[in-house]
């Protein structure tokens, strides 16, 4: 239960995370060198909604091991995202 409950936490968080970047431009090397534009925001935005359901049924089926398993697959969404985020956010044209 408590895999699932962090990663359904940590899944809405960087859904969060994505959808507040998506109503933005960004700036130039966020937009145009690192390629997060808002549709890529957007992306990672329902890919985190989709793990949050994911982790929400699992823990109503009381599926110990594949919550788990999916919080391990989402770490390694999570980290591309974050690499991707954080290079862009260095850049002070925002």
Known sequence: MLYNAVGGA?????????WSRSRRGGGFYDAHVYGMHPGVH????IAGLIFGLLFAALAALHQEAAGIAALGVFAL???FYGASFLQ???????
């Open 10 to 18: 940590l899944a809405l968080g960087i859904a969060a995370l994505a």
């Open 88 to 94: 862009g956010a260095r850049d002070s044209d925002d």
């Open 77 to 79: 969404v999570a980290v």
């Open 42 to 45: 957007r992306t990672y935005a």
